[in-house]
């Protein structure tokens, strides 16, 4: 026989000898996981029941505790001298306050939509020449009443910093702004309606 014949022949069966060697493996692997799969189908399937999530029950009585960013009060005992750029520092007013304002000028909003609020409209139709269905009145005061809040917080926001006392002239200032607002807006509205109709 030719050498170069046996040599073919020799490599051919350790290359059969290998691929019979992996096959056996891989039927073994086969073998193994058709088993897993036969015990996992066996098993009682997890059933999990429904879930309910009910947030009005939640109920926050307090909220205590500190939130420090940047330095921390006991950082501070180290530090003799705090300055920035030789600047003063102006904080803002604290949101309690800033509610207590706007509560107090909100308030007297109230009572003067509902005691002038009619008289502001008919006054504008009269002035205007034109007269519309009283829905469009309890349109305008929803509309407005939503704005209110809003509206004075825009007003607020224009104070000088500095100011951390709402005095009386300052809250009757933007109180008497926020009127003509009101007479401005009703005016508009109804002359954009008489421009439409």
Same mark, same amino acid.
């Given at each position: 026989?030719?050498?170069?014949?046996?040599?073919?022949?020799?490599?051919? +069966? +350790?290359? /059969?000898? +290998?691929?019979?060697?992996?096959?056996?493996?891989?039927?073994?692997?086969? %073998?193994?996981?058709?088993? #897993?799969?036969?015990?996992?189908?066996?098993?009682?399937?997890?059933? /999990?029941?429904?879930?309910?999530?009910?947030?009005?029950? @939640?109920?926050?009585?307090?909220?205590?505790?500190?939130?420090?960013?940047? @330095?921390?009060?006991?950082? @501070?005992?180290?530090?003799?001298?705090?300055?920035?750029?030789?600047?003063?520092? =102006?904080?803002?007013? %604290?949101?309690?306050?800033?509610?207590?304002?706007?509560?107090?000028?909100?308030?007297?909003?109230?009572?003067?939509? #509902?005691?002038?609020?009619?008289?502001?409209? #008919?006054?504008?139709? =009269?002035? @205007?020449?034109?007269n519309v269905d009283e829905s469009y009145y309890s349109f305008i005061k929803e509309d407005i009443t939503k704005q209110l809040s809003s509206r004075i917080a825009t007003h607020l926001n224009h104070l000088p910093q500095e100011s951390k006392e709402l005095t009386e002239d300052m809250k009757l200032d933007i109180i008497e702004?926020?009127?003509?607002?009101?007479? +401005?807006?009703?005016?508009?509205?109804?002359?954009?309606?008489?421009?439409?109709?």
């Amino acid at each position: 026989m030719n050498n170069e014949l046996y040599q073919y022949l020799k490599e051919l +069966h +350790h290359f /059969v000898e +290998h691929q019979s060697t992996k096959i056996k493996t891989l039927e073994k692997q086969l %073998a193994e996981l058709q088993k #897993e799969l036969s015990t996992l189908k066996e098993r009682p399937p997890v059933q /999990v029941g429904t879930i309910e999530y009910k947030f009005d029950q @939640l109920k926050v009585e307090t909220l205590e505790g500190t939130l420090n960013i940047g @330095l921390n009060p006991s950082d @501070l005992e180290g530090i003799s001298d705090f300055t920035v750029d030789n600047k003063n520092i =102006q904080t803002p007013v %604290a949101p309690k306050d800033q509610f207590m304002r706007s509560m107090e000028i909100e308030n007297e909003l109230r009572e003067y939509l #509902e005691g002038n609020l009619p008289e502001v409209f #008919e006054k504008t139709q =009269q002035k @205007l020449q034109f007269n519309v269905d009283e829905s469009y009145y309890s349109f305008i005061k929803e509309d407005i009443t939503k704005q209110l809040s809003s509206r004075i917080a825009t007003h607020l926001n224009h104070l000088p910093q500095e100011s951390k006392e709402l005095t009386e002239d300052m809250k009757l200032d933007i109180i008497e702004k926020i009127k003509g607002e009101i007479q +401005h807006g009703v005016f508009l509205f109804l002359n954009q309606l008489k421009e439409q109709g």
